[in-house]
């Protein structure tokens, strides 16, 4: 939700498949994979196990392998949060220019190109670890990744790969199978308790989505105003919390939904 407020904010044209070949001179009988770039200094070791030493690594060497699948066009698209680590001294757009100036089979994202344009018109996403996957696996495509996701635990039982298996699945992404009604029902049905049955109001924090630019003296003075007319006993939050330790559960969840089911 943070990263939202940047992903949007200037996209709002719908692009077909012609259009982005055309506007690239590519051939549009060629399949189009999709390569979405993380930021280099965030969310590297969050989630677990990863093919790659960190998100730059995984997108130099992936970008170096695209190069030269000729049978392939990819447009890749760089993190919209770059612009928020200051400190880096390349970002993703950088990293990826290099590769739009010497490679013809690699192109940017269009900036202003919705995200439900991309889930149409690429054939196979390509991720270490982002959301992406789970979004294009509920839209009937594959994807590649190249790190532990929750959902590919999960749902798809996925393990650690090297990276030649990694390579191989790029190099052979036409033959990748897209997933069954059966995972996409499961992966909606994550999809619902992550935002759903374990989305718990918390009494002692506003309703105010934080992001960088977040008007910080606003959202303290409602904290503020919450922990003033606070009541123990209409905690719902600590209720459920007490329920997690009590039954020693990974997650907390939201009691009141769940009883609903």
Same mark, same amino acid.
């Given at each position: ?113 919705? #995200?439900?344009? %991309?889930?149409?018109? &690429?054939?196979?996403?390509? *991720? +270490?670890? !982002?959301? $992406?996957? /789970?979004?294009? #696996?509920?839209? %009937?495509?594959?994807? &590649?990744?190249?790190?532990? *996701? +929750?959902? !590919?635990? $999960?749902? /798809? ?105």
């Amino acid at each position: 939700k943070r990263e939202s407020v940047y992903v949007f904010k200037n996209i709002r044209k719908n692009y077909s498949k012609n259009e982005i070949c055309k506007q690239y001179n590519w051939n549009n009988q060629m399949k189009i994979l999709g390569i979405y770039a993380h930021t280099f200094l965030d969310g590297n070791y969050v989630q677990g196990w990863r093919t790659f030493t960190d998100n730059y690594e995984w997108l130099k060497s992936t970008l170096e392998f695209a190069s030269k699948q000729k049978k392939f066009n990819f447009i890749v698209k760089p993190h919209p949060m770059d612009h928020f680590y200051t400190k880096s001294k390349m970002t993703t757009a950088d990293l990826i220019q290099k590769f739009v100036d010497k490679y013809e089979n690699i192109k940017f994202f269009p900036k202003d190109m919705t #995200l439900n344009s %991309g889930l149409k018109i &690429i054939d196979v996403a390509i *991720t +270490s670890h !982002g959301t $992406v996957s /789970l979004e294009f #696996l509920c839209f %009937g495509k594959p994807c &590649i990744t190249a790190g532990r *996701t +929750s959902w !590919g635990d $999960v749902v /798809l039982n996925e393990k650690p790969i090297s990276k030649r298996q990694y390579f191989d699945k790029i190099k052979n992404a036409e033959k990748l199978n897209k997933p069954s009604k059966k995972i996409i029902k499961k992966l909606f049905s994550y999809i619902y308790i992550q935002d759903n049955l374990m989305a718990i109001d918390h009494p002692l924090l506003a309703d105010i989505l934080v992001y960088r630019n977040v008007d910080r003296n606003k959202y303290w003075k409602k904290n503020l105003n919450l922990f003033k007319n606070y009541n123990l006993k209409n905690d719902l939050f600590r209720k459920n919390f007490e329920y997690q330790v009590k039954k020693n559960l990974r997650h907390t969840i939201n009691l009141a939904k769940f009883k609903k089911l």
